[in-house]
């Protein structure tokens, strides 16, 4: 498994995805490796993965522009204060995948709050209900 923990340096990109799935894992302040909790079970591609950890909705953005649709999303809602969401988040993957002409990756969250976790789970699977469409 290979981990970037920094926080990611888009311009630097991530090594091949070829041969490895990767998986965003956007969240501010959670590291997806902290051995004192396993995080990667969180991620809907299982622990086996690319991991590049991103901290905010600039980040997220930037990271797609230059490395296309990642294999997996990790989501959390809270990504500091007064600043865009994962919600916020959520809503530009939707608008790139159909920019792009592209299906949704899969995704979870390990977002804290059951009432934002399920915020952005509504919105991304009402946008994969229409694209089924």
Same mark, same amino acid.
């Given at each position: #498994?290979?981990?970037i923990t920094k926080p990611v340096?888009?311009? *630097?990109?991530? *090594?091949?995805?070829?041969? *490895?799935?990767?998986?965003? @894992?956007?969240?501010?302040?959670?590291?997806?490796?902290?051995?004192? #909790?396993? @995080?990667?079970?969180?991620?809907?591609?299982?622990?086996?993965?690319?991991? +590049? @950890?991103? =901290?905010?909705?600039? *980040?997220?953005?930037? @990271?797609?522009?230059?490395?296309? %649709?990642?294999?997996?999303?990790?989501?959390?809602?809270?990504?500091?204060?007064? +600043?865009?969401?994962?919600?916020?988040?959520? %809503?530009?993957?939707?608008?790139?995948?159909?920019?792009? =002409?592209? =299906?949704?990756p899969v995704w979870s969250s %390990?977002?804290?709050?059951?009432?934002e976790k399920a915020k952005i789970?509504?919105?991304?699977?009402?946008?994969?209900?229409?694209?089924?469409?």
């Amino acid at each position: #498994m290979k981990v970037i923990t920094k926080p990611v340096d888009i311009t *630097e990109g991530i *090594e091949s995805k070829n041969e *490895e799935l990767t998986l965003l @894992w956007l969240d501010d302040r959670i590291n997806p490796l902290d051995s004192r #909790m396993d @995080w990667l079970a969180y991620s809907p591609l299982g622990r086996e993965v690319n991991v +590049v @950890w991103i =901290k905010s909705y600039s *980040e997220f953005r930037r @990271w797609l522009e230059l490395n296309g %649709q990642p294999d997996g999303i990790c989501f959390d809602y809270n990504l500091g204060i007064n +600043v865009p969401t994962g919600y916020d988040c959520a %809503q530009y993957l939707i608008s790139y995948c159909r920019r792009n =002409k592209l =299906k949704l990756p899969v995704w979870s969250s %390990q977002c804290p709050n059951p009432v934002e976790k399920a915020k952005i789970n509504r919105l991304l699977k009402s946008a994969l209900a229409v694209s089924e469409h």
